[in-house]
């Protein structure tokens, strides 16, 4: 398997795949899985990177880490553009995601503040090993929450953690603020 078929594949297993079926057309990602052979190079994917981000963890400065991991979060939400079918349409994107996703969207306008709380059940990407994964990881979902929500509003946002399924919570949770 291709380094592009792997992360097509990779896509369509997790959470990019989760946000693809928001587009309300059959995905074809979802067809493709990973013959029975490939699933230990999978295996040993998710432990390559529960290892590199636990090294990055420990060797580098916490703040350049986040931002590392945020722009593959922001990749991640490129190689989707499911938000930008919801260009300028929030509530459309809060109830596809409530419909296809199960994700609750709670929406301050006067404060311009959302909160985004994630399903309960494992960690959507692909790419974790729930055993190994620093929830350092969890800056990826930030980067995909902000590359999504500034389509949408057609502006810039800030996002944050609140709680992560890495971190020790049921839920992963996301404050986004429209700037």
Known sequence: MDRKQFLKVACGLGACGCATKLTGQPLVLEALEPPPAEEPRLRFARYQVAKLIGFMGV??????????????????????QLHARFKNDP??????????????????????????????????????????????????????????????????VKARLLASKLGGSKRCVFEVTLC
């Open 59 to 80: 060797g580098l400065p916490a703040e350049a880490c986040a931002g590392v991991i945020e722009q593959t979060g922001r990749e991640c939400a490129k190689l989707t």
């Open 91 to 156: 509530e459309g994107y809060f109830a596809a995601g409530r419909t296809n996703w199960g994700t609750e969207f709670a929406w301050d306008k006067e404060k311009g503040v959302i909160t985004v709380t994630v399903a309960e059940g494992p960690c959507g990407c692909p790419l974790v090993d729930a055993q190994r994964t620093p929830a350092l990881w969890c800056n990826c979902s930030v980067g995909y929450q902000k590359e999504s929500f500034e389509t949408v509003f057609s502006r810039p």
